[in-house]
């Protein structure tokens, strides 16, 4: 059994990549998939559950119950997006077709925005008790700082990585240092959510 190696675990049901995938998102099939975990975990491990960034702010609110219901240790914020908005790209050079009528997730720079702000309705929805996991489009450590302040207490980088490579983390790192010592904070868990304190 996996459970017994893994340090947490995520329900994702948020690949754009899978047909029909996203569908379990909806509350009766997540309920069912929660509710059979947890049943065999017994909130042992900590169990995620990682979302689109496409979803209406009422069907996360609806997650954010079933996170509540089945004791569900945090979110991930967020998987890639099908929406196309704002690409500077509109025809694939290599194969002439338009990106717009291409299948799949998009990944990287064009989901920094949207993700955060799901990061911000979260936190919001659950006065910033839920633990969030912020991702989507992080390359410089202004973005980093964006998902921190916004509510993530962690950060991953999928896409970052690849353009930019390992040492990426080390400058993210350093340069979210020096944004704690400018606003005279001690720790990132000082920073998480700040955005909100307006
Ligand atoms: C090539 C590729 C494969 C991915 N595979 C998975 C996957 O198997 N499971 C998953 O939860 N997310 C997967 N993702 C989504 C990433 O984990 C991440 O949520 C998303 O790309 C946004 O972060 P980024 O902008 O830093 O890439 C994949 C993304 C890419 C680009």
Known sequence: MLKNWGDYFVVNVSSPNTPGLRSLQNA???SNILADLQGENQGIKPILVKIAPDLEKEAIASILDLIQQYQISGIIATNTTISRDGLKTKIIAKTGRLVSEEAG??????????STEIIKFIWQETQGKLPIIGVGGIFTVEDAWDKITAGASLIQIYTGWVYQGPGMVKQIL?????????????????????????
Do not use: C, V, W
């Open 174 to 198: 350093q340069g979210l240092l020096q944004k704690l010592d400018e606003r005279g904070l001690n720790s990132i868990s000082e920073a998480i959510g700040l955005a909100h304190q307006k």
């Open 105 to 114: 997730g998009i990944s990287g720079a064009p989901l920094t925005q949207r």
């Open 28 to 30: 009766e099939n997540l």
